[in-house]
């Protein structure tokens, strides 16, 4: 998707505020989009790596904070949706890397509370450790830095609660073993959730554009195999899980997928939203993905701003199952997309209760 040049879509994305920073030293460049503070601040991860252009950036940092709205929504956080990229032009040296990340989280720190940050594809526990030195609206920081460290193990369990409804709703067995599950892109959840799988009896089919990673985990999970990166579009499975970037689901791709469900972590996985008709016609159930992928944000939020034990934090995962269950269920009365019924329970949770006072 981010290849493409489409409009920027300003009037479209209906935010709040988007802040666009060239940094001078690294020739990177930083936006923050701030989507939505209705539930309260924005809270959504930075997302690091070289785009093809800056307008790329930030047609994927406005699509990116939209999604985390309708996230937080559903997932029942008392937080908005943002998002921000960190479009570098090449390799930095560590020294570098942490220079702009300073830079960066004095932005944050200006937009007083209005946006919290966590990791996302390109950044990890140690980059939200530099970005704590300088604002206190992060999560995940490591354990030792007073945080509450990776998040990628709880939303691979999350997608793992949510292919196994998706299964039971589209098959009538939640049952993993024996089935095939191909998941594209081995990064922090992919590969997590490839264990998982693995650990649960299923046939594991892996693609990544890194050769390197993708035999390493082969290597590491006896029985999966490597599918080429270039054509994990049409290979036959029943689980399709998309964990790699957006826009994957598109009028190119779905008439060449062979799978039952597509129920992966990657955000925004639907170029555009009549792609969810596109897969209901084909007769494939699709997960969406901003509910599906909620275990990190609900374990991050829950544990640093919530007080939520691990208990408490792990059902509220395994609930993930059940919304998609309800979700499924309105599509099916509605006649509606999955996607469309998910944006629906997302438009409720965002449209402020009516306060009707007493007569008289
Ligand atoms: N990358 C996460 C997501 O897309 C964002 C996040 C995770 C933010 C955990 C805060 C804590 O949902």
Redesign the pocket.
């Known amino acids: 998707m981010e290849d493409r040049e489409v409009e920027l879509g300003l009037e479209q994305w209906g935010g709040e505020e988007l802040l666009i920073r060239r940094d001078a030293p690294t020739g990177a460049w930083i936006g923050i989009a701030i989507h939505s503070t209705v539930r309260g601040p924005a ?3 930075t997302r690091l790596r070289r785009y093809p252009s800056v307008h790329a950036a930030l047609v994927d940092v406005l699509r990116l904070s939209a999604g ?1 709205t309708v ?1 937080n929504a559903v997932a029942g956080m008392p937080c908005g949706g943002g998002k921000a990229v960190i479009a570098v032009p090449g390799p930095l040296t560590d020294g570098e890397r942490e220079a702009l990340l300073e830079r960066y989280a004095e932005m944050i720190d200006g937009l007083g509370g209005r946006f919290a ?4 594809i390109g950044t990890g526990e140690a980059d939200m450790d530099v970005i704590g030195r300088r604002t206190a609206h992060v ?2 920081r490591s354990l030792g830095q007073g945080g509450s460290g990776r ?1 990628s193990p709880w939303t691979a369990a999350g997608v793992q609660a949510g292919i196994r409804a998706t299964l039971r709703h589209r098959t009538g067995s939640d049952d993993l073993a024996g089935r095939q599950v191909l998941i594209q892109g081995l990064g922090e959840v992919g590969g997590v959730l490839a264990r998982l799988l693995h650990d649960a009896g299923a046939r594991l089919l892996l693609a990544d554009v890194d050769r390197e990673r993708v035999r390493a985990t082969v290597a590491a999970l006896p029985g999966a195999v490597e599918v080429p990166a270039e054509a994990v579009i049409g290979t036959e499975c029943d689980v399709f899980s998309p964990c790699a970037i957006g826009g994957v689901l598109n009028a190119e791709t779905i008439p060449q997928l062979r799978c039952l469900i597509v129920a992966g972590a990657a ?1 925004n996985q639907l170029l555009e939203e009549a792609d969810a008709d596109h897969l209901r016609a084909a007769g494939i159930l699709y997960a969406p993905d901003f509910v599906i ?2 275990g ?2 609900v ?3 829950g544990a640093e701003r919530l007080g939520w034990g691990e208990a408490q934090i792990d059902a509220r995962i395994q609930a993930i199952g059940e919304t998609l269950e309800e979700i499924y269920r309105d599509s099916e009365r509605l006649d509606i997309s999955t996607a469309a019924a998910a944006n629906r329970l997302a438009q409720e949770a965002l449209t402020p209760v009516e306060v009707v006072s007493a007569p008289g």
């Open positions: 809270v959504g991860g985390m996230k940050t966590g990791p996302d999560f995940c998040a955000n992928n909620s990190g944000i374990r991050g939020i």
